[in-house]
């Protein structure tokens, strides 16, 4: 009788131009989410309604696609399942749906960047609740976030932008902020593709307590909106914003992981509020005024200092 070697997959080989190639990928796919939203919005739809269509119908393709070709990614325990609703609540219906409530009523390009306050609250996070010391450097960091912060909603003239807009993109920001810390926790014990689905998964269901799927304006998907120099009919930007801005988004971002630390990967991630609000004075008019811009610039400059020394807030 004979006996079988098992078979031994070959080691997965990092390569950092891969790595980096997927993050800039997921950053572009993730940054077309803020203008494709908005300009369904203009037809009618609700923010509530875009941000329920996104994550189910996205939910239900990575389902698909993931029971179909990697079934083992989705088995989780049930010790995982508080870590799974958190993740769900917070970094996937929480982020989308308060995002596109604050894009709706402030320019895009300032919703995602509040949205990349995100590292700010996890160091503090870090500081006052793990009672972790932080650096110098990322004190510094705080401080150049919230002096560009300042600029952005420029607070000289008392404040420029909608109040419900700014707490939404502040709320969005803290669920970002949860995404990072539970998606951190999580990772260890679950497969990151079958976290994703799950989280979106559990998403949907959440956000269609908010915006059920009978009450999704269907007679709206074939009107044609203002989206750049085209009229593209509303189920066509819906079909972006599920397929390229959230499912390709998020396999990219994922994949990146695999080839990039965590630390690298957000850092280049800053390039999305960028590629953002390029996009929106592209595509739909948006354009910021210069305390604005420059503004931007000193936020993701903070934001950088602080992600730029994350890997001692996870020591």
């Not at 919005?41 to 994550?55: C, K, L």
């Not at 009523?105 to 300032?110: D, E, K, W």
Request: glycine share 10%; charged share 10%.
């Amino acid at each position: 009788m004979t006996t079988e070697l098992p078979v031994v997959a070959p080691p997965r080989v990092a390569s950092r131009a891969r790595g980096t190639t997927l993050v800039l990928l997921a950053a572009l796919f993730f940054s077309t989410s803020g203008t494709l939203g908005k300009s369904a919005m203009s037809a009618g739809i609700t923010p509530e309604q875009v941000a329920a269509a996104r994550i189910t119908l996205a939910g239900l393709v990575l389902l698909a696609g993931v029971a179909l070709f990697a079934p083992r990614k989705l088995k989780v325990r049930r010790e995982h399942v508080p870590v799974l609703l958190g993740y769900g609540l917070l970094g996937v219906a929480g982020v989308q749906l308060l995002y596109f409530v604050a894009a709706g009523r402030i320019p895009v390009g300032i919703a995602i960047l509040l949205e990349f306050v995100s590292p700010v609250l996890i160091a503090l996070w870090v500081r006052f609740v793990r009672r972790h010391r932080l650096p110098r450097a990322v004190w510094g960091g705080i401080a150049l976030a919230m002096v560009g912060l300042s600029l952005v909603a420029q607070v000289w003239q008392g404040v420029t932008l909608d109040g419900v807009g700014l707490l939404a993109g502040f709320g969005a920001a803290l669920c970002s902020a949860g995404y990072f810390l539970l998606g951190e926790r999580a990772v260890a014990d679950i497969d990151p593709l079958g976290l994703v689905t799950w989280g979106m998964v559990l998403g949907a269901v959440a956000i269609c307590f908010v915006a059920p799927p009978w009450t999704w304006p269907l007679r709206l998907l074939d009107a044609d909106v203002e989206f750049g120099a085209w009229q593209p009919p509303v189920w066509l930007l819906m079909t972006l914003l599920v397929l390229v801005a959230t499912v390709l988004a998020y396999a990219c971002g994922i994949s990146s992981l695999r080839h990039l630390p965590a630390s690298v990967a957000s850092v280049l991630g800053l390039v999305e509020p960028v590629i953002t609000t390029v996009a929106a004075w592209l595509l739909i008019g948006e354009e910021l005024a210069w305390p604005q811009l420059l503004g931007s610039a000193i936020l993701l400059a903070g934001a950088y200092v602080v992600q730029r020394h994350s890997q001692i807030l996870t020591a």
